[in-house]
């Protein structure tokens, strides 16, 4: 079997980094069968950086719109069997496209092969920690990616038929898009873990992740979603979903108490995240002192 597989980078001011980036993806044992860089409004080096790599990248510009419309901006240049998304301040490792090339042959069956990432401090050096399936085995379940694995699963390639029949990402939420993706995706095709690091990730200040009521604010976003799409679902495993509201319920409250933007809310949030797991000990200690911080 013969496979095509090309890369979107979608990038926003980072030039340097976004560099090195596209060396990763250009320099693989395996090579790419196309690359689409998509510049989201970047107001720094970005366009001249990216201009150095003349033809072997195609390149598109538009204004700001976040990391999921570009990432589905990319998508729609793209022509291959398969899509992989690296990040503009991540980087593949060498043999990360042959690696996968291996595992779309032995698992026909899968639309999504998820792969680990390695941990790297800003300056590139790696830490030691890796991310990535946290249960058992390769398979995953829309109830295991809620319970453990939806984090885990945000670096991944994609067959682009299952891409576009999905909508590709969800273009209202500003993070956690990848998580929204899969729990979709997983309705209706099999999904699939590649067990070792193709992607060494940056950590930084500057990560969208980083922002834990943004990251809350949109996982809340993703469950009304499902519970919306999916209510036999829910109900059937209302136990787990109640387990994630509250959980995000938990983060936003707490992002929001130590930030001290929103005391009123705050509370609110930690109501919520008390009454739909309320054996939950931090819940309650979080509960307490949003009560105190008047």
Not at 66 to 83: E, H, L, V, Y
Not at 127 to 156: E, N
Not at 176 to 191: G, K, T
């Amino acid at each position: 079997m013969s496979v095509t597989v090309g890369v979107v980078i979608p990038t926003h001011n980072r030039a340097a980094w976004v560099v090195e980036s596209v060396r990763s993806v250009l320099d693989q044992t395996r090579p790419p069968d196309a690359v689409v860089v998509v510049d989201d409004g970047s107001t720094d080096d970005t366009s001249a950086a990216l201009g150095t790599f003349g033809e072997r990248i195609a390149v598109l510009r538009q204004s700001q719109t976040g990391p999921a419309a570009a990432k589905n901006a990319g998508c729609s240049r793209m022509t291959t069997d398969w899509i992989v998304f690296v990040d503009s301040d991540d980087r593949l490792v060498p043999r990360a496209l042959a690696v996968l090339e291996d595992a779309i042959e032995r698992r026909p069956e899968a639309h999504l092969l998820s792969f680990k990432a390695a941990e790297t401090s800003a300056d590139g050096m790696t830490t030691g920690r890796v991310f990535g399936k946290r249960s058992a085995g390769t398979a995953y379940s829309t109830a295991g990616l809620l319970r453990y694995d939806a984090g885990g699963c945000s670096w991944f390639a994609v067959r682009r038929s299952a891409f576009e029949a999905m909508d590709g990402f969800n273009e209202r939420l500003r993070s956690a898009e990848e998580c929204d993706f899969v729990l979709r995706l997983s309705a209706e095709h099999r999904l699939s873990a590649i067990l070792e690091p193709l992607v060494l990730r940056r950590q930084h200040p500057g990560m969208l992740s980083a922002d834990l009521e943004l990251n809350a604010r949109c996982w809340l976003k993703i469950l009304e979603r499902l519970r919306a799409d999916r209510p036999d679902w829910v109900r059937e495993h209302r136990a787990g979903f109640d387990r994630s509201w509250a959980k995000e319920h938990l983060r936003l409250g707490r992002a929001l108490l130590f930030s001290g933007d929103d005391r009123a809310e705050a509370r609110r949030a930690l109501r919520v995240a008390t009454t739909h797991r309320p054996f939950h000990l931090r819940s309650w200690v979080y509960r307490a002192r949003a009560a105190i911080l008047r």
